[in-house]
């Protein structure tokens, strides 16, 4: 309703139209979201796929590039030492930032390499946290993951992450995941899924690595 009231500008965190769970709620909020886009003249992005998106909605809107303020981290990965685990995935604990798929690449891994270590940081829900526990039985990799839960402030979070040989986040859909830049900031190495806007990451030469959708056989082998 303040769209008509006032001059308005509009910032695009991502877009709830490309979840791939879809209930009421879900198919209500992308109807609000489309009206936003469609009825806003002036709307702020950060990579040419959002602008694409956003287009598609709104043919008429102005676009303005701008970065998104991030937390640089403090912690920052030191070659010299050990790192105490391999992997390290922290985000939303979801299907669609990819942790099921990240979990079949792992089983794959511990063919070669059975000692592969993963850490899984972020809240799952105690569903959620089940259901990946029985997958966890089945893949055989139950030894091989730690579930650390949710860490409540962003630099214990990023002591425990600057712990990790390597960051992998195969997202579904994105913009482009705080927890890529964060990773890179701290000289982690990344591995992702080329969706949305990480592609572009890589522009100007490889920042980070990046593997076709659902393909768990290629993740895999990256990975090792």
Known sequence: PLIDQFPTFVTIQGFIRNESYRDFITNKRIKIEEEILKRTMHIGVRTKEMSKTTLELNPEAHLYFHNYPITIPVYIKDNSIVSTYDIVFFARVCKDKGIEDLLEALALIKKIKP????????????????????????????????????????????????????????????????????????KLPVIAYAVGGISELNDKGQAIVLVEKNNIQQLSNEIA
Do not use: R, W
């Open 115 to 186: 000692d592969i270590s993963l850490q899984v940081i972020g809240d799952p829900g105690e569903s959620y946290l089940k259901f990946l526990k029985n997958k966890l039985n089945q893949l055989d990799i139950e030894s091989n993951v730690k579930f650390l839960g949710f860490i409540e402030t962003q630099h214990e979070l990023q002591k425990q992450v600057s712990q990790a040989k390597i960051c992998v986040l195969p997202t579904y859909h994105d913009i482009i995941p705080g927890t890529v830049l964060e990773s890179m900031f701290m």
